[in-house]
Each structure stands twice: as structure tokens, then as C-alpha cells.
DNA sequence: CCTGCAAGAGAAAACCTTTTCCCAACTAAG
DNA sequence: CTTAGTTGGGAAAAGGTTTTCTCTTGCAGG
């Protein structure tokens, strides 16, 4: 009825036929035209471009995966809805795949095994190039069976049947660089106060410790196992500083290397409430680096990072080249942490 | 070559043409099957629903977008990497919609136009059936513009043009959640500690906290304008409980509304600190309910919660509806906020 | 016995793009 | 002038599903 020659409100998208009818050829010459092959004319070849551009074409995506049997579309599955450590994993993984075209569906499972399932199902259903599973916990995995799905499946800081292809963090070797890090600056009573023995990661961190300090010839206390909390950083330091002291004849730890960030704000604020001066009388090291808890300990709180991000990076990297036939091995691979020193452990080695 | 009898292990995904071959039937007819559409005998269909079922035929979510012009599948737009805020809400849209069938693609913007466009056209390619944008703070939006793209868009948590359809937290019925909370519990010197002027929410807090001391004939002291931070809120103590003050006739405060909880975590140390005891001598009540640090204040803290895992619920729900055709009025929703009681303001009013 | 109708099922188009093959026309060589 | 080769471009199939239309068969009514 109206003569509608507006530049368009973007109702119903272009499609090939129409750039092609209004360039006067097939639909087969202009496909060529702008994915650059076949052979043509330059001026055809331009035409087309310049009435693609014109009109707004751009390709189904939904079309273009049919025939390629390729989505350029992964899944990530999570349980850590609010996680402070599935979350710099995923922004890893977005990062490394947005170059590539390729778009994430998120899937919170929480630790529901018909969720997962549902997921999962509409994953498949949606052709996803492949999977990725992270967590909240690198000793326990997702409520869901993802082995012979047809796609590829990749673990991200959690770990699964021993031959998967796994991305998790060097929990020994960041436990190795605080410890470390505190000899440097010549502290030698070193504590260490974690969570609870059921997580795998606090064995895998109190070795190291014992190993850091045994190598060192250092005296070793035994670690002290608690929960993730403050508050349990708050009764660590009781423990620490009024006991009558163990082996070490004693003496009171002049450091204490936490499991977590928030155990770590709790002793400080526990040494802060008896007297006891951070860095000058005791150093305090966390773990995890969150940011927002390790700046509001006073002083600042040196802290290992798990480089979770790095970690989804490489995920995310790993995932596309398995999508694009390449072997990969399997097996678990270690990411090296890395330590953020603030100011709660003295001035750092070389200042 | 070998007879392949074996349950398939999930190589290549089953097709309706080989369901049907099997069955006996035509490609046609077995998609009515299945579908429950056309006339066919019982025995029919339920022959084709078997060899389905057996097969393990999973109808490509592909193929039927690209036929049904609707891909079952929203685009998320953030630009809340590590948000507490986009997190919940996130959580509520993916719950609202995966009982729908509908899967979410997560993206985050950061805050880089550059990165949006690219996200954005990644989605308009990938034929999402609508997109939500939500963000870190309601009265900033993503750098990306969303209109006319062909697809309706709802925003979550952000405010855009307004004549979009937009769903927020209702923050000044938040405060005076608060503040009448104090009201109720006989405090009558209220203070207000909040975040920098610049955020919208600083000022809509701020004026509904007047408003209630107002109605009630309280006294009115003029809120504290800082940072969001627990360092803040220390300072603050001093400013309300050294200085001097104002109109009151040199009384301190008995509460303390704080704009967020790391504030209101900030103002109880201090006034531990200085051996003011919390309930007993000052009643404090924090912003945004962040379970883990209001459950780490000594006491734990009674807060304002957003419920912005309902605002998601609704932003999806009305999206949904809009996929689907219903018309829906512009215009900003303000969801009520929840205040969380736990232990920072005394025993609850009917205790 | 013929007509009309309903039931059951299939053929084919449609969705949109890519790719393989094929064809026509033109050029150059013999 | 014929043949071979090249160039520019199109037809058609493929990818998997849904839906409309058509066709065949069987049965009832006249």
C-alpha cells in the first residue's frame, strides 16, 4: 500500500535471495561474491558486497550452522550461581571464544541432577560445538554424566574421570609461593590455618606447606583446619597465640599463611584486637585474591590468585581446537597461581 | 563393513529421516508422530514414538528454528564481570526461562562499545528470539545501542530511554523499609551513611529516608555522601560520633541506615571500636543483602535486600511474553525490596 | 453399481545458505 | 574454421524439520 523505501526498521532480516535478486544474479553467485570464493568479476564481485552492505545483509547464523553441522556455540555448565570463582572462569572462556564467533550458552545447574539433565538436553538439542564444565569446587563435580555426548567436553577448576581433559589451578604451587614469599622476608614461625579437611585442595595446600617448610629446615607446625570463615580465623589466632606453644619451644608465629581471603581478614582483625602489629610483629598471606576482601583488611592483604580467568582462557582455547579436530591429550593440567603482594607481610624482597 | 548393532555411542545425532525409514513410514508422517499433529492410527504413532525413543531422536533445534523463525534462545547483555548484582539476576531470567526450553547466551560487555557491537550482532546472527540487558548500577546503561533491532529487548537492573520496558528495584521503598524498621524498634535518631553522589540510587535512598523521619517528626540529619567502602563507613562513624552535632541538640545517633553492607560493616567496627555496643547503644541496617558480608558482621547484619533474582524472574517472563507476541506497556517496573532481619537492630519488633 | 466422503499417509515446499557440478560464451591455438 | 581451454555465472542438492496439499483406499449411502 504505502511506498515503503525507508532505510528499513530491521523488521525481518535480509536475506541471500533478496541481496542477489537486487543484484541480478543467483543466489549462488552472491554467496561466493561475499564469502570471497568461486570466480567472478571484480565489479560483480563488488556490486554485490556494495548491495549486501546496502540492505544490511548478514547471514543466518541458524542456516549457515545447519549445512556446516557447526554452531560456533559452546555450553558452560556451572553450579556456582554466585560464585566468585566460576565467574572470572567464565569471563576467561567469553573472552578466549568472542574473537572466534563463537557464542556461550550459561547453564546453572546449582546441584540439581534433573536441571543438569535439562541442560545438558538442550544443549545437544541445540547443536552446542561443545561443553564446558566448571564448578565451585575443584574436588566435586557436576550432578550430571557428560561422557558420550557426541561433542567435546572440557573441566574447568573441577575435575573429573581421570582421562577427561581438565584446566585447574596449582594449588601446592600457590601454597609454595606464600610460604615461600614469607621466607624470603625472613620470617621462620610460619602457621598455616585452612577449612575443613574435606576439601581436597586444603591436603594439596598444607603439603606444600610442609614440604616448603621442611626444605627450608624450618620448624613445621601443624596446620590448622577450620572452615572458610572469619570467624574461624578469629578462634585460629586464639589457638595460635595463647596455647602454650608445641614443638617450636613456644615461640609465637611471626606469619600466617590462610586458606582463604575472608580467614585471613579474620586474623588480622584477631592480631589487630590483641596488640599484635600487621606486618611488623606478624605477616599474613590469603588466598584467593578477592579483590574486594583482600582491600578492605588493614593493611591490604597479600593474597595467591588462582588466575582463574588465565584458566578459562585455555579452556576455552582447548575446547575450540578438539572442535576443530585437532587430538588433544587427556589429563589434568595444573595452572600456575600467582602471588599479589599488598602490604600485610612487610615490605616486599627487593623494595 | 562390521555389523554396528551396538547402542550407538552418540556419534553423529539421529535423524527424523532415519526414525522414519525404521519405523516404515514417511519423514512426514513421522513428524506429525511426533508431534502429535495429522491423522494417523494409534498404532502408528505409537510404533514411530517407539523407534524414536529407541533410536534416542532428538528433533534439531536447528532445523526447527531456522523453519519456525525462533530459536528458543535470549541473549544476556552485562557489563558485570564479577557482579553481585547481574549475578542474581542473571540466575532469576535462566530459572524463568529453562522450564521454557528457552537457553541463555551469557555476554559480557565490560564497558567496551567495540565489544558490545560485536556480542550484539553476534546474537541478531544467531536469530535470538530477544535480548535483557541488565548491568552493575541502574543508573548507568551498557555502551551499546539496543534499538530497532528487530527484536524486543527488556532491561533488568538498568535504566534506558524511557519508553523502553524496564524492570528496577524500587530502592526509596527499600530505605524506608529501613528506617521505619528502626521507627518501630523505638530508635529515634536516625542516621543515614551512603554512597557517592553520583549514583541515582544515593539520591532516592536518601530522599525516602527524609521522608519517613519527616512523616514520623523525627529529627532529620543530613545523610553522610562517600564511597561504597568499609573504609567509609569507619570515617563516618567519626564524623556522626566525634563532631559536634547539628540541629539534634548534640545527640548521637541510635541507628545507622547505611547504603550498602560494606559500609554498614565498616560502621559497626568502628563503633565496636570505640565501646559502642551494636544492637545495644546503635542499631545499624545495611544495603543489597550480600549474604557473605552480612553474615560475617559481628553481629550479623540485618539488610535491604532487592530481590533481584524476581526482578530476572520477571524481566524473562515479560520477555517470553513478548517472544510470544503480548503486547506490554513501556516503562520502568519497580520491584519491592525485602528487609532481612538478623541481628544489628535488636530484638525484631514482635520478639 | 455409482457417488461422495473420511481416514491415513506421502510428496513437496519452505526455511536460508553453501558448495559442487555444469553450461554457455569467449579466447587462443592449430 | 575447429578444438581446447578458460572465464563468468547459474542450477541444484544438501542440511533436518514442519506443514500444506494431494493422493489412495475403504466405506457408507443412495
Given at each position: 500500500?504505502?511506498?515503503?523505501?525507508?532505510?528499513?526498521?530491521?523488521?525481518?532480516?535480509?536475506?541471500?535471495?533478496?541481496?542477489?535478486?537486487?543484484?541480478?544474479?543467483?543466489?549462488?553467485?552472491?554467496?561466493?561474491?561475499?564469502?570471497?570464493?568461486?570466480?567472478?568479476?571484480?565489479?560483480?564481485?563488488?556490486?554485490i558486497r556494495e548491495t549486501a552492505q546496502r540492505l544490511g545483509f548478514r547471514p543466518n547464523s541458524l542456516a549457515q550452522s545447519l549445512l556446516r553441522r557447526r554452531s560456533f556455540t559452546v555450553g558452560l555448565l556451572t553450579n556456582d550461581t554466585y560464585g566468585r570463582f566460576s565467574l572470572p572462569v567464565m569471563s576467561g572462556i567469553s573472552d578466549a571464544l568472542v574473537d572466534k564467533g563463537v557464542s556461550v550458552f550459561l547453564c546453572n545447574v546449582e546441584d540439581d541432577q534433573r536441571l543438569g539433565q535439562l541442560h545438558?538436553?538442550?544443549?545437544?538439542?541445540?547443536?552446542?560445538?561443545?561443553?564446558?564444565?566448571?564448578?565451585?569446587?575443584?574436588?566435586?563435580?557436576?550432578?550430571?554424566?557428560?561422557?558420550?555426548?557426541?561433542?567435546?567436553?572440557?573441566?574447568?577448576?573441577?575435575?573429573?574421570?581421570?582421562?577427561?581433559?581438565?584446566?585447574?589451578?596449582?594449588?601446592?604451587?600457590?601454597?609454595?609461593?606464600?610460604?615461600?614469599?614469607?621466607?624470603?622476608?625472613?620470617?621462620?614461625?610460619?602457621?598455616?590455618?585452612?577449612?575443613?579437611?574435606?576439601?581436597?585442595?586444603?591436603?594439596?595446600?598444607?603439603?606444600?606447606?610442609?614440604?616448603?617448610?621442611?626444605?627450608?629446615?624450618?620448624?613445621?607446625?601443624?596446620?590448622?583446619?577450620?572452615?572458610?570463615?572469619?570467624?574461624?580465623?578469629?578462634?585460629?589466632?586464639?589457638?595460635?597465640?595463647?596455647?602454650?606453644?608445641?614443638?617450636?619451644?613456644?615461640?609465637?608465629?611471626?606469619?600466617?599463611?590462610?586458606?582463604?581471603?575472608?580467614?585471613?581478614?579474620?586474623?588480622?582483625?584477631?592480631?589487630?584486637?590483641?596488640?599484635?602489629?600487621?606486618?611488623?610483629?606478624?605477616?599474613?598471606?590469603?588466598?584467593?585474591?578477592?579483590?574486594?576482601?583482600?582491600?578492605?583488611?588493614?593493611?591490604?592483604?597479600?593474597?595467591?590468585?588462582?588466575?582463574?580467568?588465565?584458566?578459562?582462557?585455555?579452556?576455552?582455547?582447548?575446547?575450540?581446537?578438539?572442535?576443530?579436530?585437532?587430538?588433544?591429550?587427556?589429563?589434568?593440567?595444573?595452572?600456575?597461581?600467582?602471588?599479589?603482594?599488598?602490604?600485610?607481610?612487610?615490605?616486599?624482597?627487593?623494595?
Open positions: 500500500m504505502a511506498s515503503d523505501t525507508s532505510p528499513a526498521p530491521a523488521k525481518n532480516p535480509v536475506t541471500l535471495r533478496e541481496v542477489a535478486a537486487l543484484a541480478g544474479v543467483s543466489v549462488a553467485t552472491a554467496s561466493k561474491a561475499l564469502n570471497g570464493q568461486g570466480r567472478m568479476t571484480a565489479e560483480t564481485r563488488e556490486r545438558v538436553d538442550a544443549m545437544l538439542d541445540k547443536r552446542v560445538d561443545g561443553i564446558i564444565a566448571t564448578g565451585k569446587r575443584i574436588d566435586r563435580h557436576l550432578p550430571v554424566d557428560l561422557s558420550n555426548l557426541g561433542v567435546p567436553v572440557i573441566y574447568a577448576f573441577t575435575q573429573p574421570d581421570p582421562d577427561a581433559i581438565a584446566f585447574v589451578s596449582d594449588d601446592a604451587g600457590g601454597a609454595r609461593l606464600a610460604v615461600e614469599h614469607f621466607w624470603r622476608l625472613g620470617r621462620r614461625r610460619i602457621a598455616h590455618v585452612t577449612g575443613p579437611a574435606s576439601f581436597a585442595v586444603v591436603h594439596a595446600r598444607a603439603q606444600a606447606y610442609r614440604d616448603v617448610l621442611t626444605e627450608k629446615g624450618l620448624p613445621v607446625m601443624e596446620p590448622l583446619l577450620g572452615s572458610w570463615s572469619e570467624a574461624w580465623g578469629h578462634e585460629a589466632v586464639k589457638k595460635l597465640f595463647d596455647g602454650k606453644l608445641s614443638k617450636s619451644g613456644g615461640e609465637k608465629p611471626d606469619a600466617v599463611f590462610c586458606g582463604n581471603d575472608q580467614i585471613a581478614r579474620g586474623v588480622i582483625d584477631a592480631l589487630r584486637e590483641r596488640g599484635l602489629g600487621v606486618p611488623d610483629d606478624v605477616g599474613v598471606i590469603g588466598f584467593d585474591n578477592w579483590q574486594i576482601v583482600a582491600e578492605a583488611t588493614r593493611p591490604p592483604l597479600t593474597s595467591v590468585d588462582m588466575n582463574l580467568a588465565a584458566l578459562g582462557r585455555e579452556a576455552g582455547l582447548t575446547l575450540l581446537s578438539l572442535v576443530g579436530g585437532q587430538p588433544a591429550e587427556p589429563g589434568i593440567r595444573k595452572l600456575p597461581c600467582r602471588l599479589v603482594v599488598r602490604q600485610s607481610c612487610g615490605r616486599p624482597p627487593d623494595g
